[in-house]
C-alpha cells in the first residue's frame, strides 16, 4: 500500500479505506456557472486480498454538481440533475466505457485524463509484489 498511497499522491489524488476496500478519487475537471457548480471525479476502488495473493479492482467516472440547473424555461428547477447512460464491457477492463464516459462528458468539460495509466499503475504495482490483478466491472464483491 506504501507504493500505492506514493503513487496517489503524485497524481494529486485522494486516497481513503474503509472496510478493507480503497477508494482512489481525482477531480478530472470542474465547471462553474451562475449559481451552479459541476464537478467530474475518476474513481477506483480496490482490495488486496492477501489470502487469495489478488487484488479486485474497479474503476468509473461520477458527475456531481449543485446549484440552480436550466432547461427549457418551462422547466427551470433549483437542484440537481440525473442522467443515465450506457456502456460495453469486456475482459480487458472497462477502458471502453470509460472512454463512452469521456466521451459524453467531453461535451461538458474540457479536460484530459488517462484513466488507463491508472489501472496499469496499480496492475504493475499489484504484480510486482507477487499479487493477480482482476478487474471486475462493478465494486460488488471487493
Known sequence: MEE???YADSISAE????????TLTKVVAERK???SKKKLEYIAKFRFDDENKEIRF????????SG??????DDMSPGFGFKAGTYKTGMGGREGSIKEQ???FGK???YEFKFEE???KIEEIAKNKGYDFKYQITSKGL
Open 102 to 104: 469521456s466521451n459524453l
Open 118 to 120: 491508472i489501472r496499469a
Open 33 to 35: 456557472a451562475f449559481l
Open 68 to 73: 440552480i440547473s436550466s432547461g427549457d424555461m
Open 58 to 65: 474497479t474503476e468509473m467516472l461520477k458527475e456531481s454538481g
Open 15 to 22: 486516497l481513503s479505506e474503509k472496510k478493507g476496500v480503497w
Open 4 to 6: 500505492v498511497k506514493k
Open 108 to 110: 461538458d468539460y474540457s
